[in-house]
């Protein structure tokens, strides 16, 4: 243990300093420092520097579970505890989660419909279940606000609008991009909050145009949005929190880039199996082939 110590400090202290202050000869770290590495400790150091390699593609993000599956599919045999002990001994800590303000204003007195989803997160395809919501996203110019729409099958997000401000037009823009890409069956169940975007006459004209079922949220219960609450703490966490946007359209970019080049692409989800909403899709896609 000392000779590690002294050896990951030689590049600041001097080695004779170093072994003097620990009291270990100078002799014999050296000739420790000459015998070759055991191949557990080689493998380690391969497994660590893989282990990095996962964490810097992964934005940071990725914790012990998610790396040490993301190992496992590339080839990697090793265990959890293993990944998590090297991740901790080389401080690869992943970003913390922040508390999520909730955002809904729903006084109103616009009608509201019941909730059919009853919290339940589960479909048996894509386009069954789409989930609505916004939230609010700080930049030096003022909120930007991001409307986004979430299919429960495989968490991906198929429509999304910004905009600097939250009138309907901001949520039927998602709505009609969500359409537009999937182009859903009649009675596909639509699940928002009671927001006043979502209650508008002009977004039920939409969803009544397209044979959608409305759903709504309790009053003040955001739990039964839930998926979609995590997905907007996931953003934060990930993105969001560790950048100060100068303009509305570096957030825009910014954001446009992590929803599709990242998040719906690459960004290994333990609700689907440990793997990207894509790839989700398509490997559901090709079982039913």
């Not at 048996?124 to 989930?131: R, V």
């Not at 954001?255 to 599709?260: D, G, R, V």
Request: charged residues 25%; glycine residues 6%.
């Amino acid at each position: 243990m000392k000779f590690n110590f002294i050896q990951a400090n030689s590049d600041e202290f001097p080695v004779l300093r170093l072994c003097a202050v620990l009291g270990v000869k100078k002799g014999s770290y050296y000739a420790w420092l000459s015998r070759p590495k055991s191949k557990r400790i080689e493998a380690n150091e391969k497994l660590i520097k893989n282990i990095k390699c996962i964490f810097q593609v992964s934005r940071g993000t990725y914790g012990s579970p998610r790396i040490h599956r993301a190992l496992n599919d590339a080839g990697e045999n090793c265990g959890l505890n293993r990944v998590a002990r090297l991740m901790a001994a080389e401080g690869i800590v992943a970003v913390k989660r922040k508390k999520v303000i909730m955002t809904t204003d729903s006084r109103h007195n616009m009608p509201v419909a019941d909730n059919y989803l009853n919290r339940v997160f589960e479909a048996d395809g894509p386009n069954e279940i789409w989930l609505g919501d916004i939230t609010y996203i700080r930049t030096d110019e003022g909120w930007l606000y991001l409307s986004v729409i979430l299919d429960i099958f495989s968490r991906r997000i198929v429509g999304w609008a910004m905009a600097n401000h939250m009138r309907v037009e901001l949520t039927l823009s998602s709505l009609s991009m969500a359409i537009n890409h999937r182009q859903p069956d009649d009675g596909l169940l639509y699940h928002s909050d009671r927001g006043s975007q979502y209650a508008a006459s002009a977004y039920q004209a939409l969803l009544e145009k397209h044979n959608m079922i409305c759903s709504m949220s309790r009053r003040g219960n955001c739990w039964d949005n839930a998926p979609m609450e995590s997905f907007f703490d996931t953003l934060k966490t990930e993105l969001v929190y560790r950048k100060i946007f100068e303009t509305r359209e570096q957030a825009r970019s910014e954001i446009f880039e992590y929803i599709e080049c990242f998040y719906n692409r690459e960004r290994i989800h333990t609700s689907i199996g440990f793997t990207s909403p894509e790839k989700y899709e398509s490997n559901m896609l090709q079982k039913t082939a």
